[in-house]
């Protein structure tokens, strides 16, 4: 069945740009109706929906992240990444990557399934 | 402050039935089917329960349920068993610029 790993240090320095990497495995990343998400929450904390990338490169993004953030895929991998520039401790949170259901008009609507998640913490 | 609005815990007694609340607008919950809810136990990744408002994916036990009615959405859990203590999540699909939304989770006891 589909499987996503997330890859990428555990440590951040502030200032610096966090990178993740989510590996599907078990199908395909060029899957007509799905986009590929990212979602954080931080310790103790909700959900945080980050952003989402079709396998044509076309991509949806929190406005309030936005300014900071970067998601690509690489087809030939069946990868899709995560750049967050300029991190704070604010940014300190377990990353999740999830296939996520959606239209070609941007309707995005359920995330599944979900790897594992990676903590990524943030500090000098 | 979420967007989505969920009780921050609810409680039941094995066998019994709970209902969890999810409220947002008419431009996410109320506007759309497209809510979906999360269940996730102590350390481990969420897993998608409901989907569009009321549909179970293949695996998950019948005794979850979704429904709608105006802005709120609600998951239903039947026959409460000690194994369905975890937080949940809902989440819509919205028409503003956020595009996604997650209420701020709730906390299930099995007592």
């Known amino acids: 069945q589909l499987q996503l790993q997330e890859s990428g240090p555990g440590l951040v320095k502030p200032s610096e740009t966090l990178s993740l990497t989510c590996t599907v495995s078990?199908?395909?990343?060029?899957?007509?109706?799905?986009?590929w998400g990212w979602i954080r929450q931080p310790p103790g904390k909700g959900l945080e929906w980050i952003g989402s990338?079709?396998?044509?490169?076309?991509?949806y993004y929190n406005p309030s992240l936005k300014s900071r953030v970067t998601i690509s895929v690489d087809t030939s991998k069946n990868q899709f990444s995560l750049k967050l520039s300029s991190v704070t401790a604010a940014d300190t949170a377990v990353y999740y990557c999830?296939?996520?259901?959606?239209?070609?008009?941007?309707?995005?609507?359920?995330?599944?399934?979900w790897g594992q998640g990676t903590l990524v913490t943030v500090s000098s | 402050q979420s967007a989505l609005t969920q009780p921050a815990s609810v409680s039941g007694s094995p066998g019994q039935s709970i209902t969890i609340s999810c409220t947002g607008t008419?431009?996410?919950?109320?506007?759309?089917?497209?809510v979906s809810w999360y269940q996730q136990h102590p350390g481990k990744a969420p897993k998608l329960m409901i989907y569009?408002?009321?549909n179970r994916p293949s695996g998950v036990p019948d005794r979850f349920s979704g429904s709608k009615s105006g802005n709120t959405a609600s998951l239903t859990i039947s026959g409460l068993q000690a194994e369905d203590e975890a937080d949940y999540y809902c989440?819509?699909?919205?028409?503003?610029?956020?595009?996604?939304?997650f209420g701020g989770g709730t906390k299930l006891t099995v007592l």
């Open positions: 999830a296939r996520h259901r959606g239209s070609a008009r941007g309707t995005l609507r359920w995330f599944d399934p």
């Open positions: 078990g199908g395909s990343i060029s899957s007509s109706s799905y986009y």
């Open positions: 990338i079709y396998y044509s490169g076309s991509t």
């Open positions: 008419s431009s996410d919950v109320g506007g759309y089917n497209y």
């Open positions: 569009e408002v009321s």
């Open positions: 989440s819509s699909y919205t028409s503003s610029s956020t595009l996604v939304v």
